[in-house]
């Protein structure tokens, strides 16, 4: 068993590691899963592995196919070393149970039928969510003979249930009995915080199998010079980028806003997502005129809009599941120098605190978060300083040259704990035998 193993890392090292990404959500879309991915595909391809990403046609959040593409059988293109493959799915636009599950389910079909063209890999990582493409990715990966490693971002169905968003008792049964099988089909299964990783760690078909990698974010892409002056008693320019659904409560952040008035906070929220409609409902009914909602910002101008701000708010909603959550948003802020407004608990209140990178209050406590802001508009030095302490923080912790090293290690290692249980199960079939 252990001279297969060794002999199979001998043949990788001989050629550069080729490796596919299965996911259902990729650029020019944007979001958090698309820039994360995107980031380190391409770091791992600049590093000397032959990188694949095998996705479907843009389609976030709107529903529709974005141009200049069109939802064909099959298509491939070229950028920043990356090899992109695309095959089609049923768009819908990110609301609407059902049609959303149509989304996820077609996709999952489609790149098992184009996968015999996709070229021959050593390891394929999935998404999960959606959880169809995880459950994809593992037949994939069987196809390639290839390790099978899952990235849980999110535990789905856990977080679908803790947020009411699924229900039925059969549904559930459904949806646990399909996860349980992906990471018993996986050979690694890694997530970006200790509390997911302990999750794993109670269930069976995952225990020994799950590993935390860190977080990945683009600190390049942000410019670091301070925003543009204000007039000390200006409002302060209170920026939200990113997902406005369920499980960010983005009614607290309006509320506190409203709290706080015009006089001490300008609030600028950016994003689409399922709750955008309500959010923008709730500013019409209650004549809020301090806070402004912009829609989906093109990835290209969001730094922009970072440069511009003074502080960011990150959310989350105060339900256990998102004890163990690490919302990208959060990162890109520190990454930006900006100094944070966190309304969570768990581990994002932990690496707040730990970086001194901004003030941290209950969840859905819009008093309290309305509270902060003035404080914030109060104190400019504070908020430059734990601007100044999340940069410093992000630059040790979550640069792409460290996330595609420690994952590059990963991939290696769930290569070798395929290969090694080959070994094992081809020593018993012949002792069976025997």
């Known amino acids: 068993?252990?001279?297969?193993?060794?002999?199979?890392?001998?043949?990788?090292?001989?050629?550069?590691?080729?490796?596919?990404?299965?996911?259902?959500?990729?650029?020019?879309?944007?979001?958090?899963?698309?820039?994360?991915?995107?980031?380190?595909?391409?770091?791992?391809?600049?590093?000397?592995?032959?990188?694949?990403?095998?996705?479907?046609?843009?389609?976030?959040?709107?529903?529709?196919?974005?141009?200049?593409?069109?939802?064909?059988?099959?298509?491939?293109?070229?950028?920043?070393?990356?090899?992109?493959?695309?095959?089609?799915?049923?768009?819908?636009?990110?609301?609407?149970?059902?049609?959303?599950?149509?989304?996820?389910?077609?996709?999952?079909?489609?790149?098992?039928?184009?996968?015999?063209?996709?070229?021959?890999?050593?390891?394929?990582?999935?998404?999960?969510?959606?959880?169809?493409?995880?459950?994809?990715?593992?037949?994939?990966?069987?196809?390639?003979?290839?390790?099978?490693?899952v990235n849980v971002a999110d535990r789905w169905p856990a977080s679908a249930v803790e947020l009411g968003m699924l229900r039925d008792p059969r549904a559930i049964a459904a949806a646990e009995a399909l996860e349980r099988w992906v990471y018993r089909r996986s050979d690694l299964i890694v997530a970006p915080t200790e509390g997911i990783v302990r999750e794993l760690g109670r269930l069976p078909d995952a225990a020994g199998k799950a590993r935390r990698t860190w977080p990945v974010v683009d600190i390049d892409r942000f410019d670091l010079t301070e925003p543009p002056a204000a007039d000390p008693q200006a409002p302060l320019r209170l920026l939200y980028a990113g997902t406005i659904g369920l499980a960010q409560g983005l009614a607290t952040l309006v509320e506190a806003s409203r709290l706080a008035g015009p006089e001490l906070v300008e609030t600028t929220i950016a994003g689409g997502g399922a709750e955008a409609d309500g959010i923008r409902a709730l500013l019409r009914e209650r004549r809020i005129e301090n806070v402004e909602l912009l829609g989906t910002v093109v990835a290209a101008l969001v730094p922009g809009l970072f440069a511009r701000s003074d502080a960011c708010a990150v959310l989350l909603k105060d339900l256990p599941i998102f004890a163990g959550a690490l919302p990208t948003k959060l990162l890109e802020a520190m990454g930006a120098g900006r100094a944070l407004l966190l309304s969570a608990r768990g581990e994002a209140a932990e690496l707040v605190r730990a970086a001194g990178a901004g003030i941290v209050v209950a969840p859905e406590d819009p008093r309290a978060l309305a509270e902060a802001i003035r404080r914030l508009h109060s104190e400019p030095p504070l908020r430059r300083a734990l601007g100044a302490a999340g940069r410093e923080y992000a630059e040790a912790h979550f640069g792409a040259d460290r996330a595609a090293a420690e994952w590059a290690t990963q991939l290696r290692y769930a290569l070798t704990a395929r290969q090694a249980r080959r070994g094992t199960r081809a020593g018993a079939g012949r002792r069976r035998a025997g």
């Open 1 to 149: 068993m252990e001279a297969e193993a060794e002999a199979g890392v001998l043949r990788l090292r001989a050629r550069a590691l080729r490796v596919c990404f299965l996911t259902h959500y990729f650029p020019p879309e944007v979001g958090a899963p698309q820039t994360r991915i995107d980031l380190l595909a391409r770091t791992l391809a600049a590093g000397g592995a032959d990188v694949t990403v095998h996705t479907c046609f843009p389609h976030y959040p709107s529903g529709e196919i974005a141009a200049p593409y069109g939802n064909r059988p099959w298509q491939v293109e070229r950028r920043d070393g990356l090899r992109i493959v695309r095959s089609a799915v049923y768009p819908a636009a990110n609301q609407g149970f059902v049609r959303r599950l149509l989304d996820h389910s077609s996709f999952a079909l489609s790149a098992l039928a184009t996968a015999p063209f996709s070229g021959p890999f050593d390891v394929v990582v999935g998404e999960t969510p959606p959880l169809f493409t995880a459950a994809s990715g593992a037949v994939y990966a069987a196809l390639k003979r290839a390790a099978y490693v």
